[in-house]
């Protein structure tokens, strides 16, 4: 290609990107992640001034009864303190692509081989040497395909390691390395301008080391019983796309663009961790590149269409976030920074702890029947219920504008929504803080792989009955901690409202009863959690009992009539239909304001 065409083609790229570009949302964004600096500030101070009033009422109650301020009958009311503690808020104009094979069937009609390109490589990555024999069939029609292995699994690596083979294959081939290397999981399929919105970046921005899209799934089934993109669309959606605005945003494993001499000059995709994308953003960054996440859908995958597969998933992306963190603190990255690591190791662990005490904590204060906080007097009680309103606005508010920056797909307190995945991460969090102890029990220090949780099934079958599916589920799945939190929740709101109906039978007076009923199950803040613990507790059986059968891959694709390419159907693109809707949060944004209109007039 002449230099003359060579750029005009990157003229026309650029026009295409500014054409499609929605200027005015790009715009909006902006102010709504000034105002989210705003929003946090106000939950940071709502928050540390409602614990610390917490706090004192606290010891206050415990003074004037004469015990211990840490005693038995003050655990519950402490245990919800931390809780509520936790949860604060090239000169060539080529382009070389790889497909990652991680054991998805390869679909010969793949989006990639009609990517709007000029002069494009396409080299596909097998890991497993199992689809050469669907790849040769295709070479005639397509001469720019490729294709490369590491022979069988290696034990090390994983996609890291098969992607910087695909480099040094690349370099290989007559012409040598080119400028421009992209890459996606083989269960992806692009836009056909996918590469042609990708490459502007680069151009614009010589120290642009590399762009990535948002990763969009196309099976998803309108009411999602798992919510399976909840967590995933709250970490790209939202906090990526944040981070981006002050050049700090990590990219995505897939649909990537990058510049091969900015990949060069870190000695490649990093190996150290199964979180190769988001280390090797921070290897280009600490290298003075630049990294761009880009909130255009560009890319269309599979999510996991089986509890089970769900299940692998979760423990896969907390084994790499975990992973991630390793990496960072335990390698030159740290510089020997002993802040940052234990700044990085608090984060993490924070986290975990967090949803441990929530969804494990929570039940049993449930079942204990004692009371949820304490306080000496009656008007310190109404400026905890003022202060927990405020900061119950704060925090909400703040999850409004993250939640309308992600269209609405999270909800605006989107960490409650997936407690249920609380027991999911018992295994990561073992073998990253006690890995002798899981070297004794499992025999080995055991590491969750790279893998396919897309078709990973098991015995789990929609057609059967649905009893039979959840005594499947019991066997397979994590299900026994939610049975614990089930029943304990369960017993303790029983327990609860026999005392309740008790106290109205003795006539103790309305005063007392309301008294009884907000500072026990009925406390607000208490009540928001406990009933976040039970819904996520139900997700799991309802799943098992209710859910539809799952609809054939085919149905949301639809194939070119010509050259037989699978494209996702307008409707499976459309993802208006995962709005949240956010029952829960009305629900006790009107009992706050009932409890606190009948505490100032009692």
């Known amino acids: 290609m002449s230099q003359v065409n060579k750029m005009q083609h990157y003229e026309d790229c650029i026009e295409v990107a500014e054409t499609k570009s929605e200027e005015s949302s790009r715009l909006a964004k902006v ?3 000034n105002w989210q600096a705003r929003t946090a500030a106000a939950c940071l101070l709502a928050r540390a001034s409602l614990l610390y009033y917490y706090a004192r009422c606290m010891i206050a109650a415990q003074r004037a009864t004469s015990l211990p301020v840490l005693g038995a009958s003050n655990i519950v009311a402490w245990l919800l303190f931390l809780v509520e503690t936790l ?36 080299v596909v990555l097998d890991d497993s040497a199992s689809i050469s024999e669907h790849i040769e069939p295709l070479k005639p029609q397509f001469p720019n ?82 919510g399976q993109l909840l967590q995933f669309d709250q970490l790209m959606m939202v906090r990526q796309i944040r981070k981006d605005f002050d050049d700090t945003g990590l990219g995505g494993g897939t649909g990537w663009l990058a510049r091969r001499s900015a990949i060069d000059s870190i000695g490649g995709f990093a190996a150290d961790s199964i979180a190769e994308d988001f280390l090797t953003c921070v290897d280009l960054m600490e290298a003075g590149w630049n990294v761009a996440v880009l909130d255009e859908n560009l890319q269309w995958g599979l999510a996991p269409d089986s509890f089970n597969g769900h299940s692998k998933q979760i423990q896969r992306w907390s084994s790499a976030m975990l992973s991630f963190y390793k990496a960072l603190t335990g390698s030159a990255r740290a510089k020997d920074l002993l802040a940052f690591k234990l700044l990085a190791e608090f984060s993490i662990a924070t986290y975990f702890v967090g949803m441990f005490c929530c969804y ?50 999270i909800y605006c307190w989107h960490e409650p929504s997936h407690l249920w995945h609380a027991p999911l991460y018992i295994g990561p969090a073992m073998r990253r803080w006690f890995p002798g102890l899981c070297k004794l029990v499992v025999g080995k220090n055991s590491v969750l792989l790279p893998g396919n949780s897309v078709a990973n099934r098991s015995s789990e079958d929609e057609h059967t ?3 039979s ?15 614990f939190v089930l029943y304990s929740c369960i017993a303790g709101l029983v327990a609860f409202f026999l005392e309740v109906w008790k106290q109205q039978q003795h006539q103790d007076g309305s005063e007392n009863l309301f008294r009884y009923i907000i500072t026990h199950l009925g406390w607000p803040p208490a009540l928001f959690f406990w009933t976040s613990v039970l819904a996520n507790a139900l997700v799991p059986f309802y799943y098992a009992l209710f859910i539809r059968p799952r609809t054939p891959r085919e149905k949301f694709l639809v194939r070119d009539s010509k050259s037989h390419v699978a494209y996702p159907t307008a409707q499976a693109k459309d993802q208006t239909h995962r709005r949240v809707k956010e029952w829960h949060l009305c629900f006790i944004t009107i009992y706050y304001v009932f409890v606190i209109v009948v505490s100032w007039w009692l």
């Open 31 to 33: 102010k709504v992640f």
């Open 87 to 122: 949860f604060t808020r090239s000169t060539h104009n080529i382009s070389n692509q790889y497909s990652s094979d991680q054991r998805h069937d390869f679909d010969p009609g793949s989006g990639l081989l009609e990517t709007m390109y000029p002069r494009l490589i396409v």
């Open 469 to 483: 599916r959840l005594k499947v589920l019991l066997a397979e799945s994590y299900m026994g901690p939610h049975v």
């Open 465 to 467: 009955a649905p009893w």
């Open 145 to 226: 395909l490729f294709y490369s292995t590491r022979g069988p699994r290696e034990p090390l690596w994983h996609k890291a390691g098969n992607i910087n083979h695909g480099l040094s294959y690349v370099a290989s081939l007559s012409g040598g390395p080119n400028e421009f290397v992209a890459g996606l999981d083989v269960d992806m399929i692009p836009e056909k301008d996918w590469l042609r919105r990708l490459v502007p970046h680069l151009l614009q921005d010589a120290k642009m080391g590399l762009a990535s899209p948002n990763q969009r799934f196309y099976n998803v089934p309108r009411g999602d019983s798992l």
């Open 360 to 409: 494990f904590g929570l039940p049993l204060m449930v079942l204990s029947g004692q009371p949820m906080v304490k306080y000496a007097d009656h008007h310190q009680l109404q400026r905890l219920l003022t202060l927990s309103f405020i900061d119950f606005v704060a925090q909400s508010l703040h999850g409004f504008l993250e939640s309308w920056t992600a269209d609405f797909n």
